[in-house]
């Protein structure tokens, strides 16, 4: 239709230039051979109707929508000059829904700083879904729909919360490393055959393993001694630990336990809800 439109253009330029030297006699009778040729086309064609091309549409819309009205309804035309009206209307409308036409398809993008707070909200608590991020944006301020969430979750290989919530122990050691411990107890032999019990304790951060010391008899006295020695160590070291894991020997007295959650430390005792802490210590010595 463009390239239709250009070329009619163009032929009526080359028409306009050619009657720029012709006398106004010249192009009245020009004028008047044009209505008798349109009389003659409109009895020929009776009641059949002339088939406009969409750029024959648009260049007579062009030329002729500033004619004033009443000279409009003068002129010899195929068609009514409401009808000329009603071309240029529509053509200046698809003109508007052209320029009014978004660049990009579908619905903008939901800004960054949205998509980040989803995204830590998801990150900072695996148990909520797309539906609880969704209410808490909503106390936040933030308006979006909470299709928009579950896009920016899924956009982001995030799963839903039954699986996010779910981890392995060994996802849970990584998450919660700088404030894991574990101690045990290791047998070992010297060379004069005397079995000694060595206690040592790991730092899940870096794997740092901290011998507490080694005796062939651990009492409770030595046990709660070394406690005493851990704690000094680790407020020497600006260690941030919260948890200890240790196994159910009962060689930890209840004071072993007393002395470290005097500093903060909690002792979890490993169970059949988690797995062996003796091969995991024994791996990284």
Known sequence: MLLRLAYLGLINTFALLRMLPTSNRDKNIEILA????????QRQLGATRVRFSPADRALLAALLH????????RLRLLVRPDTI?????????????????????GRPRTIRSI????????????????RRIHGQLLVLGVRVAASTVWQILTDAGI?????????????????????????DFLETVTLTGT???????????????????????PTAAW?????????????????RARFLIRDRDGTFPQLFDDIL????????????????MNSFVERWI
Not at 116 to 121: H, P
């Open 34 to 41: 044009l209505r008798h040729q349109i009389e003659v086309l």
């Open 66 to 73: 500033r004619v004033p009205r009443h000279i409009l309804h």
């Open 85 to 105: 009206l009603r071309w240029h209307r529509d053509l200046i409308r698809r003109h508007h829904a052209r320029m009014s036409r978004p660049k990009r398809p």
């Open 115 to 130: 998509r980040i707070l989803v995204l830590r909200l998801a990150k900072e608590n695996p148990s909520w879904g797309y």
């Open 159 to 183: 799963e839903p919360a039954p699986e996010r919530a779910s981890s392995t122990w060994a996802q849970f050691l990584r998450s919660q490393a700088e404030v894991l411990l574990a101690c």
């Open 195 to 217: 079995r000694m019990y060595v206690l040592v304790v790991i730092e899940h951060t870096h794997r740092r393993i901290r011998t507490l010391g080694a005796t062939a008899h």
């Open 223 to 239: 046990v709660i001694q070394a406690a005493h020695n851990l704690v000094m160590d680790l407020e020497d070291a600006h260690c």
């Open 261 to 276: 959650a005097d500093a903060g430390i909690q002792v979890v005792l490993s169970g059949v809800q988690m797995p062996r």
